[in-house]
């Protein structure tokens, strides 16, 4: 086991020097990618303080949580383009062109290997920047985050990640029934949406669902609660229990589907 | 036996729509669907260090075939074992052992240079450093494009480029390797060195090869034995000059006379063989057994300034043979 995670280690940093190299070819590119992530966030920023020059809280969000929480929503959204964002955004070209042939012939996991080829070098810049905001505003939000907040937070957060990559990895893989579903990544946009808001906006099932079966509130608010308010164990039980079924179900879906696939024509 | 292919066959769903916006609605809201059989009833059994060509036109079943002996397509019928693996379990152990490269889909990263495309496959295949650089010293060395390595693989030449990805897909040295249309597009210097290397590294390494080509002097150049597809069907496996023969066995003799010679004797041949004359040199087109009967009966009488036996060209013999193939087998 040992062995195995030190080699599949060793190969994710050779994709990482790969694709560092890929992107500093391209200086401007690589600069333009991080002004596209500020104009972004200041977006999303924007939406919220139109929504605070007319509320003084969000369920049990404060204004300063929920900046806090818009924190963590740009961390997990760069965190997961840093891993994840370009490789499950291309499956659908890869399955209709037929390039996933020379990926499924190497001695490779497949799933690791398509989900991890290609690093978002540039992500680990807003990444940084990111995570030292996030220390600050922490800091000033409240004294009584501690330790324990943040090693929950820390696990909370990894596992938003992965729900958040299952969910978009199993709406790319829908390519292998459709043939060609390159509205997935519209539709993934869209149901991610749901991820970028707090949980205490909604409410009745549909918050219930976003607890569950869409656990789209496991991906940001989750983490955020874990952070500025009493940390819950069985919250975080509960999303690992979701994360691993996530996790499950995605490698199903990618093996039924690599049964589909059909490798285009030469 | 290395390789052996049993009953294998292949067929895809497909929908059929009649051309034109009519055609898009009809198919759009009632969609017809046909079963496509790719490939039928193939067996094979290859053993190892041949190589082995498949021949076809367009549509064939060339590249099916190759797909499913890597393991990237399952057969609707059929098995295939190699070296007692079964490849659509594509099992790690197998797949260390095998390398495909097709001639229109490309492994390399294309904004970087070749060379670090090349040490990810390192990590990928876990290959040592020593053996990794003195298999990357050999196979850069053949190709002959030491000066290309750090060269962004976009700005490579297409020929550069196959190059590149017959490199990186051997730098394991793998013990089956299967190229599909590997000379496709490059120019005739290109052609020749990607040929010779094959023969090379055949020889060298006992590996076994399975090649498909459209141009037919690849196959003639690098296989021995052919496999020859028509509409998913095998219509022949055996030896290519076999085959050559088969489908035209004639040959053709130049003779050309010594200056000065009396060439009255040659009516006596007249009748008796095919011949022209033209400006003392005599073309014969005629079987085998026939073209050495005459030959001897030239030689008899005559010394000659020159004299050779060619072989027709094999891709006019190939275009014949593919336009009605059951007139030949």
Redesign the interface.
Known sequence: MRLMVHRYLILWLAFFRNSLSRDMEFKMNFIGNLFIDTIFYGSLYFFFSVIFSYVDSLGDFSRDAVIIFLIITYLTDTVFLFFFGSNTFQVNRMVVRGDLDLLLLKPVNALFFISFRYVSTYALISSSILIAILFRATYLYSSSIGIYNYIMFFFSFLMGILILYCVEFMIACLVFWYKNFSVGGWLASELIKYSRRPDSIYSGIFRKALFTIFPMALVSSLPARMLLFKPDIILLLSQLLITVVALSLAIVVWNKGLLKYDSASS | MYIKISNLTKS?KMFKRSAGLKGAFKSFFNRQYTNFHALKNISIEINKGEIVGILGENGAGK?TLI?LM?????PTNGEVIIDGYNPWK?K??Y??N?A?V??????L?W??PAS??F??NK????IEDSKYNETLNELVDLLDVRDKLDV?VRRLSLGERMKMEIIASLLHRPSLVLL??PTLGLDVISQSKIREFVRYYNSKYNATFIITSHYTKDIQEMCQRVLVLNNGSQIYDGLFNDLIKAINPERRLVFEFSEGTDLKYIDSLDGKFEFQIHDSILTAQLPESQLRELLSKLLEKFSPQSMSFEDLPVEETMRSFFQSPEDYL
Do not use: A, P
């Open positions: 895809f590249t797909k890597v393991g990237l397509l399952h594509r790690h152990d797949l260390k095998v495909i097709m001639g229109q889909k490309n492994q990263w904004d970087i670090e495309s040490l990810l990590h990928i295949y876990q962004q599909d249309e």
